[in-house]
Structure formats: structure tokens, C-alpha cells
């Protein structure tokens, strides 16, 4: 085997990606509302498993209508779901699917928040669940929360038992049970109170009650609220806020219509005092909970009664009052929260706008950026602009804001110890089934603080306040306008491998490029900056040094240093062993003796969330594996999203993608096999007015294969030549034993010979959605089970129709080709090679 190392030199240039949210801005209508919320202290803490399993119609009404603080709980960031809008998954979809939730919130008004728990996929026991995620773990995580939170009340959404659907599910429900008690025992987790927290006691913890399909676990004598009201201040029912929430799951595929009207809801006491009236009956949710609070209950009255919408900084004055007088109250969870409520009503009735922001997206580890400060006062008040800091520089301003006028500085601000922009739960290596965060007061977090932050000092009415403004990278486009993403602070050097997996198959050489990524800013009126690392290209002396780039040891491969030039060190790499191996190679810095793994930046790019960057080690997975193929050129209709192709074009294929305009006669005619990516019949409807097409393209030789689809009933007739469903089943033990039912057929034997062996170091599944009620025409090659429950034999069915192989699986090789498991490269290669003669 010979590999040869390409490494390239080059500049990371700066792209432009779709818009993020803009700014905030409240109207008028919202003022009032949050003046509303500002009377209220009660607080609602709903926990589930994942992203969409919240109910988004009640988390809007608590928010919204009884004006109650409401956050929810993700045990999990969805990590291991399907993704219908892209190929990313693992961390890559936990992270959009966090941004998505991030959306959903800021529509129907609840926070959200994180344990460490990562989705390892469908379990079907709480006790696999518990135990793949550290149940100690998670749990402290869910008691922490709670004692940060303080909730009045804690609301589950699913049973502790197998009606919840989901070991993670019902999970959830049992360490919020567990966490109710613990939360308020100081003997539980007593190191949590070296971080500002003490022991909390819930008044009750409810299950929120649902009928979801046949599971109907409500019933008329549970405590029922009604929350389909409608919200006249922001002009939506609570059923049209939670369809626009709920939709934000654009990767889950989970847009959904508005409802609008009554809507009940339904509640089962788990623990604590009984309701029989209200979820926060006997709590008193009035400023009178707290010492001397009763005195801001009136001012609040008056507040609300004198607002005038078409003038809101005529409320400033009595608003500024509010704030010294609730500042001056004993230390305390509410009084902190509502200085925060007070505070960002200031901002919104003064309508004061503050900007912050640098020319480019990205920039480096202890570097000097311009950051543009914008300052407008429209209001017609006196404002002083005091001072601005930012990372503990700070300018003294002391400027008068005249009413309508703009103003604006630019400074040079040092990024001198500022991290890396990686997700805090990414910073340490992960455990099986968690991530690992041991600075205690991250946990729980949504996602990262700013990198930087522009904190504006003003007086207004004699008193000083802090307003903090994120540091945004603003830009223009030609057709969106005026657009803001995150300004990403990286490393001063970074790689990627190009490819990021390698297939060697026997006598076959590959290629791999390392690219590695100065970054080099420029900005306005300043020189060209040059980034100088020992034993690294230089901006000034690149045509003199060698980069002292290497890549780390594969076991089983023998490395051999043939040459090294100005831009390039060639390596030989020779397999040791005639075995499968599935190891990673790593790009190191060497720099005074030392060895530094670099990091790759990856970014996610989605029109509806902001720009993602996070940052992993430069690797390539190199897969060595005994692999025969039969056929050569493979039609691909991309699905939901998967690397499935790039696996192929890996193993040495072919590959042209197919959409509705190329699946005609002419199209497929030339093609060894077609395959149908993850979900491509529930995302394209055109591929159901494809059917005879396809069929005839079997009939005359070709070969179809359908990887996994959704619920199509008991008569799929519109994918197959025969009729087949897709049922729910599935086998979650990645390591599940696999029975060959027909043993003969040549999807076993060629061009590979398949064994038992071929099923090692599977990840996360053995497969989903599998046939059932198929046809006697159709073949069922394997057969397989988890613990505890039948076999299914409908993972892999396959049959001939005319000339030509049809087959279905659900087998999950959208998982496994892209984490280089060799046995699915074979079984893969073999399903192709169906109907392919032998001596071809």
C-alpha cells in the first residue's frame, strides 16, 4: 500500500454566510408585557429528554400569560437524531439542534437549558439510558439546575415506564424525580455550594399528560388547564407561538401548522402538595415572597397604569426608581433576576441603541481587532455615554447623547487571553454517553458567553448602568441587507485533511492533502500582519523554510520519509498486516522538540440559525480494508442527508447524483445500481411520480436499493416491485448478534465473503425502520434482535423483478461507512454488486 502526503500552504479566506438573527428590538406591545411579567415571581422548570419533546403551547402560555420565569430542560442536544436538512450528525447536529431550540425559545419566551447527557441514539430501556449516561452524572446536573433555576414547580412530559416510547425519555422523567428530592437534601452534591447555590425544594413536580397517537394517558379526573388562549399584546393565539416555535426544528422536519382556539392540557402529581386548581396553587407569586418587597408592588402598578405606548421613555423616570429600590432590597435570587427584567425594560423604553462590531468574521488568538462602537439615543432624555470596556479595556467617553444623532468610535482592541470560540462542552474529550464539563458554573449553559463584549456605561436619571452588547461581525449583502453573525476567535494556525476518510483496498494507492491555515487579517488602514510560528511558513521567509509539519503513527502502517521541499513532505505508508484496521492519522506542529496537534475549524451554515464554528483535531480516519467491488458507475438520490457518497466515491465508485430531471429512461440507463439515500421518499415527492421509471430500470437489469424510509404503512407499493411497510422497528444494541437467514444468497458471498466478523465495531445501531408485512417475492437475508425481545428479519430484504435486484434495508451504513467500520464497506459493495456478473 502507498500513501503519499501533500501538504499545501495557503490563507483562509473570509466567507460570507447567511444572516443570523438580527438584533433585538421590542415594540411597544412587548414593553408592556414584560412591565406586566415584572409584577410576577413564579417560575416553571419543564424537563424532558431532547429537542422537540418540550410542549411548546404551554411553555408559551406560562411565559406569556401567567407571566411565570420558564425554562426548559434538554437532557440532551439531539446529537444522535436523523437530519433532514444536511449530512451532519454526532456533535455537528447537537449543535444545530441547539441553535434551533435557541430560536424556539426566543419565540415563545421560555430559556433553555443543557445537561451534559449526549443522544447516543434510540434506547429502549430507561436503565440503558441511565446507565450509558452516567446516571450520577446527569443527575447532578439536573439538581444543579434546579437549585440555580429555584422553579416553583417542575414539569415532566413523559411516564417513567415504557409508554414514554424512549428509554431516554422515561429516563428523563426519572432523574427529574430523583433531582426533586435531592435538589433540597444538602447532602446531596454538597460541592455544588461552593457556587453561589443552596439546597431547593419544588413545591410539586407534575407529568404533563398527552394522547399521542394510540397512547392516551389522560384522563378527566387529572388536574386540566386550559392554554389556548389568545395574547392580544403580541397578536398571536398560544397554539400560532407554539406552531412557530415548534417549526424552528428545521432539521428534525418538525414545521407544523398553527392551531388556534381552546386547548387543554392535562397534569398528574408526582410528588409535593396536591393541585386541584392551578399548576402553582398556594405559591405566592407576588413581590411579597420576598423582605420589603411590598413597596414595589405599588410602583409597578403605577408603572404599568401611566405607560404610554406611543411614548415609552416617559416611563423611564418611574422605571429608573424601580430599579434603586429593588436594588436595595436584601441580596437574593428574585431580587437579581428582577433588576435584570428592570434593566432591559430601561434599555427598551429608552430606546437606546448600541452597536458593537468588527469588519471580518473571524479572528486570532491574542490579536488587535477594530471594533466599531455606534451609539443613538432616540429618545428625547438625557443620556450620558460614560465609558465603554471591552476584555478590560476601557475608553472613558463621557458624552452627552443628543437626541437623533449618531455616534461612533472605532478601537483597536487587544484579544490578549481570550479562548478559542469552541462550545464549552467540546473543550474536554467526551465520555461514552456524556460530555465532559468540570467548570461547574458552565453546566446547564445553552451555549457559550460572547467572545467578546462591548460593556457600555450610562446615566440616566442620576444613575449609573451597565448595558452589555455582543461584538457581532456586520456586514452588507446585496440581496439580505444589513446581516450579523458571530465573531469567531481561532487559533493563529489550523489544518484539515483533505480527504477525511481514506479507503485502501489492495494495490491501490492514495492521495491526501493536509491544508494548512494561516490566518492572516487585514483590516482597514493597518499593514498586513504577519503571523510568525516556529518551524512554520512564514509570511517573510516562505521561500526558506521547510514546514516542520508531521502526521502521526497509524498502527499497522509503516510511515517512511522520502523527501522534503519548501511546500510539500512526501511520505511512504505500507501496510504491515493483511487485516482490517480503522485508526486515524493526526497533524502535528513541531516546534522546539515538542509535537502540537492542530486544529481544524468546521463550520455549520443554515439560513434559519447563526453561523456555527467549532473546532476539532486535523485528522483523516484511514480505513484499510480487503474490499472487492463489482460494477462502477452508482446513481445516488440524496435523502435527508448523508455521506453515504462521499463513502463510495472512498471505495473507488463512481458516483453521479441524481435529481428529479436526470431519474428518466435515459439517465439510469447506463448506471450499475441506483441508490436512494436516507428518507429520500419523505422528502422528495417527485420520487413516488418515479415509480414506473425506476421499476423498468430494474426489469431490464438494473438495481435499486432503498435505504431506510420513514412509516409508509402496511403497503409500500409506491418504493418496491412488490408490496412491503416500514415498521418502527429497529435494534438499538450496536452489537446485537446477526443471523444469516439465507445463507446461499450471493449478497453473502460476493464479491466479499460475509461472516459474523463483518458485524464488529458497529456504532450506536444495528439498524431502524425496518420491513415488515413484505411480500413473498422479497428475501429476507438477516435476521437480529436486542436484548430481551424477538428477532427481526426485516433489516435487509432483497428479490429479483425482471432482469434486475430491488432491495430494501435499514441497516444504518449512512452511520456506519462514515465512522470507517470495514464490515459495512463489504456488505455495502456486495448489495451493489447484485445482478453484476461474475466475470465482469
Not at 444545530?96 to 430559556?111: C, F, K, S
Not at 421613555?313 to 437574593?332: E, F, R, T
Not at 522520502?562 to 497533524?587: A, C
Not at 480487503?626 to 465508485?653: F, H, Q, S, W
Amino acid at each position: 500500500m502507498k500513501f503519499f502526503l501533500v501538504i499545501i500552504l495557503v490563507f483562509l479566506l473570509i466567507s460570507e454566510y447567511l444572516p443570523a438573527q438580527m438584533p433585538e428590538t421590542i415594540n411597544a406591545s412587548e414593553i408592556l408585557l414584560r412591565m406586566k411579567k415584572l409584577e410576577v415571581l413564579g417560575s416553571v422548570l419543564y424537563i424532558a429528554a431532547h429537542p422537540d419533546d418540550e410542549n411548546t403551547r404551554l411553555l408559551a402560555w406560562l411565559s406569556q400569560d401567567k407571566l411565570y420565569r420558564t425554562g426548559y430542560l434538554s437532557l440532551t442536544r439531539g446529537d444522535g437524531g436523523q437530519n433532514l436538512i444536511g449530512d451532519e450528525q454526532g456533535i455537528e447536529l447537537g449543535l444545530i439542534r441547539t441553535q434551533e431550540l435557541m430560536a424556539a425559545r426566543h419565540l415563545d419566551g421560555a430559556e433553555q437549558f443543557f445537561s451534559r447527557a449526549y443522544d447516543f441514539g434510540f434506547s429502549k430501556t430507561t436503565a440503558e439510558a441511565l446507565s450509558i449516561w452516567n446516571e450520577q452524572k446527569i443527575l447532578s446536573d439536573v439538581v444543579w439546575i434546579i437549585r440555580k433555576f429555584q422553579p416553583d414547580i417542575i414539569i415532566t412530559r413523559f411516564p417513567e415506564d415504557k409508554r414514554a416510547g424512549h428509554g431516554q425519555h422515561s429516563a428523563s422523567s426519572v432523574l427529574a424525580r430523583l433531582a426533586y428530592s435531592a435538589a433540597a437534601d444538602p447532602k446531596e452534591f454538597p460541592e455544588q455550594f461552593n457556587y453561589g447555590v443552596h439546597p431547593w425544594q419544588a413545591r410539586r413536580l407534575f407529568w404533563n399528560n398527552y394522547n399521542f397517537g394510540s397512547v392516551n394517558t389522560t384522563r378527566e379526573d387529572q388536574l386540566k388547564i386550559e392554554v389556548g388562549g389568545f395574547n392580544p399584546l403580541l397578536g398571536k393565539s398560544y397554539g400560532e407561538i407554539a406552531a412557530d416555535s415548534r417549526s424552528q426544528h428545521r432539521s428534525q422536519g418538525f414545521g407544523i401548522a398553527h392551531s388556534r382556539g381552546n386547548s387543554l392540557e392535562y397534569f398528574s402529581l408526582t410528588e409535593g402538595e396536591k393541585a386541584d386548581s392551578s399548576l402553582l396553587q398556594n405559591v405566592n407569586c407576588s413581590w411579597s415572597r420576598i423582605p420589603n418587597g411590598a413597596v414595589i408592588i405599588k410602583k409597578i402598578d403605577r408603572l404599568i397604569k401611566s405607560y404610554n405606548p406611543s411614548a415609552p421613555y416617559q416611563s423611564l423616570q418611574d422605571l429608573v426608581d424601580i430599579y434603586k429600590n429593588i436594588n436595595a432590597l436584601p441580596a437574593g435570587y428574585w431580587r437579581d433576576e428582577k433588576l435584570k427584567e428592570t434593566l432591559s425594560l430601561i434599555q427598551a423604553c429608552s430606546g437606546l441603541y448600541l452597536e458593537a462590531t468588527v469588519p471580518q468574521a473571524y479572528a486570532l488568538r491574542n490579536q488587535t481587532v477594530p471594533v466599531t462602537l455606534r451609539v443613538v439615543n432616540r429618545a428625547p432624555v438625557s443620556i450620558v455615554l460614560q465609558s465603554v470596556s471591552l476584555n478590560q479595556q476601557d475608553t472613558n467617553w463621557n458624552q452627552q447623547l443628543q437626541t437623533g444623532v449618531n455616534y461612533s468610535l472605532i478601537k483597536r482592541i487587544s484579544l490578549s487571553d481570550l479562548p478559542i470560540s469552541q462550545p464549552y462542552w467540546l473543550v474536554e474529550p467526551m465520555s461514552p454517553g456524556s460530555y465532559n464539563v468540570h467548570d461547574q458554573t458552565l453546566i446547564g449553559n445553552p451555549e457559550n458567553t460572547p467572545s467578546l463584549e462591548a460593556l457600555f456605561s450610562i446615566n440616566l436619571y442620576g444613575e449609573s448602568f451597565l448595558i452589555r452588547q455582543k461584538v457581532n461581525y456586520r456586514y452588507t449583502e446585496a440581496v439580505r441587507g444589513e446581516s450579523y453573525q458571530p465573531m469567531t476567535i481561532v487559533p493563529t494556525l489550523m489544518a484539515y485533511c483533505d480527504p477525511s476518510l481514506l479507503v485502501f483496498t489492495k494495490g491501490k494507492e492514495q492521495a491526501l492533502s493536509v491544508v494548512i491555515q494561516e490566518k492572516v487579517m487585514k483590516y482597514p488602514d493597518e499593514e498586513r500582519s504577519s503571523i510568525h510560528t516556529t518551524g512554520v511558513m512564514t509570511e517573510s521567509k516562505a521561500d526558506h523554510v521547510s514546514p516542520a509539519i508531521s502526521i502521526t503513527p497509524v498502527t499497522g502502517i509503516e510511515t517512511r520519509k522520502l523527501s522534503v521541499n519548501i511546500k510539500r513532505q512526501n511520505f511512504w505508508l505500507k501496510s504491515n498486516e493483511q487485516k482490517d484496521l480503522n485508526e486515524e492519522t493526526w497533524v502535528t506542529n513541531l516546534q522546539h522538540g515538542a509535537s502540537d496537534t492542530l486544529l481544524q475549524c468546521r463550520t455549520i451554515s443554515y439560513e434559519h440559525i447563526p453561523r456555527i464554528d467549532y473546532f476539532k483535531p486535523a485528522n483523516s480516519t484511514i480505513v484499510s480494508v480487503d474490499l472487492k467491488t463489482a460494477g462502477n458507475r452508482i446513481g445516488y438520490i440524496e435523502g435527508a442527508g448523508d455521506k453515504v457518497p462521499d463513502a463510495l466515491t472512498a471505495m473507488g465508485y463512481t458516483v453521479i447524483r441524481l435529481d428529479e430531471n436526470s431519474v428518466t429512461d435515459e439517465g439510469l440507463r447506463k448506471l450499475d445500481a441506483v441508490i436512494a439515500g436516507v428518507r429520500a421518499y419523505d422528502v422528495h415527492d417527485w420520487l413516488t411520480g418515479k415509480y414506473t421509471i425506476l421499476m423498468d430500470y430494474i426489469k431490464s437489469g438494473g438495481n435499486l436499493i432503498v435505504q431506510y424510509n420513514r412509516n409508509q404503512g402496511t403497503d409500500s407499493t409506491g418504493i418496491g416491485p412488490f408490496p412491503f411497510g416500514i415498521s418502527n422497528a429497529r435494534v438499538t444494541e450496536e452489537n446485537a448478534q446477526v443471523h444469516f437467514l439465507n445463507p446461499a444468497h450471493p449478497v453473502l458471498h460476493y464479491p466479499n465473503e460475509i461472516s459474523n466478523k463483518d458485524f464488529d465495531g458497529w456504532i450506536q445501531e444495528r439498524g431502524i425502520y425496518f420491513a415488515q408485512h413484505f411480500d413473498p417475492g422479497y428475501q429476507p437475508i438477516l435476521s437480529m434482535h436486542d436484548s430481551g425481545e424477538p428477532d427481526q428479519n426485516g433489516s435487509l430484504i432483497t428479490c429479483t423483478y425482471g432482469i434486475g435486484s430491488f432491495t430494501y434495508t435499514g441497516l444504518v451504513f449512512f452511520r456506519e461507512l462514515p465512522a470507517g467500520v470495514p464490515g459495512a464497506y463489504r456488505l455495502l459493495a456486495n448489495i451493489i454488486a447484485l445482478n453484476q456478473p461474475k466475470d465482469k
